[in-house]
């Protein structure tokens, strides 16, 4: 079983639409996630950190934290095409590491 | 505010060739910090990590080495490369119990 498990995509949202992207993680006693976005050929660059249950947000993106169900989200309001990228989960592991994703492809189409 | 550099940018080495990169953080003191590969279409794998000058923690054995001189300079090498070892080379910083800022990378093709 994958620590954070992500699908893989391509998922393709038209513009201006919301953008869902979901993320399952198995260790009950992580307490700290985030999201990155990476573009084609270019490394990860944080979106987003998150550490309580809830929503976070941040302009267009919302990131949501559900512990007891194990899942992180992240929500892109009126999307553009320029957030056509690969989206990573990760959570902070034990011993000073960050647990990625595979990430989700995703695909705004105008 | 704290900046992260890799060099080279981009690499194309033979097949039994050495192999150095280097990344180096500003703006921050005892960082920890991270060396990762991400294969072509695929995520990120992490080499190496290191919380303090001299403490290198190895995730995967392989023919590679990381090395940490300095308190803000990570370096990872290899004695003779592997056309395996190909790949986007991405270092990253983090300050304890924090998300992690990745520097710009170094794209390495093996030939």
């Known amino acids: 079983q994958k620590e954070v498990e992500q699908n893989s995509g391509p998922l393709s949202v038209p513009e201006g639409a919301i953008a869902s992207l979901n993320c399952t993680y198995s260790?009950?006693?992580?307490?700290?996630f985030f999201w990155y976005r990476q573009y084609s050929g270019k490394s990860p660059e944080l979106i987003m950190s998150i550490y309580s249950n809830g929503d976070k947000e941040d302009g267009r993106f919302t990131a949501q934290l559900n512990k007891a169900s194990q899942y992180v989200s992240l929500l892109i309001r009126d999307s553009q095409p320029s957030d056509s990228a690969t989206y990573l989960c990760a959570r902070y592991s034990s011993a000073s590491k960050i647990i990625f994703g595979s990430g989700t492809r995703l695909s705004i189409r105008p | 505010s704290q900046t992260i550099h890799q060099w080279p940018a981009t690499l194309v080495q033979p097949v039994g060739s050495p192999l150095s990169l280097e990344c180096t953080v500003e703006?921050?003191?005892?960082?920890?910090l991270y060396w990762y590969r991400q294969a072509a279409g695929r995520g990120l794998q992490l080499l190496f990590y290191?919380?303090?000058?001299?403490?290198i923690s190895s995730e995967v054995p392989q023919n590679l080495s990381a090395s940490r001189p300095q308190d803000r300079q990570f370096i990872l090498s290899s004695k003779k490369l592997l056309l395996s070892d190909s790949g986007f080379y991405l270092c990253?910083?983090?300050?304890?119990?924090?998300?992690?800022?990745f520097g710009p990378g170094t794209r390495l093709t093996v030939t």
């Open positions: 990253a910083w983090s300050r304890p119990l924090a998300e992690q800022y």
């Open positions: 290191s919380v303090g000058i001299g403490q």
């Open positions: 260790d009950r006693g992580s307490q700290s």
């Open positions: 703006g921050t003191s005892n960082p920890n």
